[in-house]
């Protein structure tokens, strides 16, 4: 009661609230063509949650997985190590695997079962985009630490192969798919497998995001994941390049700190401003092109067909 700023602002994002709830009552959002998959040891027995609250386990990477996906336009589920051998994969075009070696999250001791390491192999070799982070695949007790790194393009290594060479690269130019400001944190041990790797994006001089294709699918992976507005819209241009779609798709905004949804039954479109700043941020839209203008952390729902309407 002794801050009448804070409860306006309270009761503005309630309605808001409602009001979003409203056209999800009269049809879905629009989705792109991407389903994704997490896997982790748990699968759906712990959906969209990690060992406890974000501020507790902020130092996990898929935690910050989770975070950036629930805001994607993209469908996703999560599936474990049993799911995989039953042949899930089928059903799934991303496939996400990001923790700590050892952990539940990465799976641990579960990658030394080849019916998973196979059928993961398989999966991308036939067109399917692998999404490793941190140590995706890792346990020992094979001459490859991550036991997807013919996949991968790379692996970690974690003493065994100190006097073993390293292969060189020069970083690869690849226009639009990771945005400015996005970044990862260094991992040290993380080597190429070949020449065939592509670095993408590296961090004290460690590849840090690179790129492999494995047959007709690909294969990137992330040294550490943060989520932020630039990280989260580097995790969808991943999925939307690996599948070789266009990265200007419609129904997404064209600067990261901004963001959309697209209602077709309602005919309504919602953006969002996530910075501190007043941002312009244009929407490419079966009516054509969108510009909106927009509030720090504002937000504005237009009639989406009709381009050219002002916010409501």
């Avoid at 260094?186 to 995001?209: Q, S």
């Amino acid at each position: 009661e002794d801050f009448p700023d804070f409860c306006s602002y309270m009761e503005t994002i309630a309605d808001d609230f409602r009001r979003i709830k409203s056209f999800h009552e009269e049809g879905a959002v629009y989705t792109l063509p991407i389903r994704a998959a997490v896997l982790h040891s748990w699968g759906k027995l712990r959906s969209w949650t990690l060992s406890g609250h974000f501020h507790e386990t902020y130092m996990h990477d898929l935690i910050h997985i989770n975070e950036a996906l629930s805001g994607l336009p993209v469908s996703v589920e999560f599936i474990n190590f049993e799911d995989v051998k039953a042949g899930c994969l089928k059903g799934v075009d991303v496939l996400i695997n990001a923790g700590a070696a050892g952990s539940a999250w990465s799976g641990g001791m579960a990658w030394n079962d080849s019916g998973v390491t196979e059928a993961v192999s398989r999966w991308v070799y036939e067109g399917g985009v692998l999404i490793g982070v941190g140590e995706p695949s890792a346990a020992p007790g094979a001459s490859a630490y991550f036991r997807l790194a013919s996949v991968l393009g790379v692996d970690e290594d974690t003493g065994a192969k100190v006097c073993h060479g390293r292969w060189e690269y020069e970083l690869a130019e690849k226009p639009g798919l990771i945005p400015a400001g996005a970044s990862v944190r260094g991992r040290k041990g993380i080597c190429l497998t070949g020449p065939d790797t592509e670095v993408i994006g590296e961090k004290d001089g460690l590849p840090a995001i690179t790129s492999h294709r494995f047959g007709g699918g690909t294969a990137f992976y992330l040294s550490s994941f943060q989520v932020t507005p630039e990280n989260t819209r580097m995790l969808l241009n991943l999925m939307v390049s690996g599948m070789g779609m266009d990265l200007n798709q419609k129904y997404l905004t064209d600067s990261p700190d901004t963001e959309c949804a697209w209602y077709p039954a309602s005919g309504k479109l919602v953006v969002i401003n996530n910075s501190g700043e007043e941002r312009e941020t244009v929407i490419r839209m079966e009516a054509g092109r969108q510009t909106v203008r927009l509030e720090p952390y504002g937000m504005a729902v237009l009639d989406g067909a009709v381009n050219g309407n002002r916010p409501e």
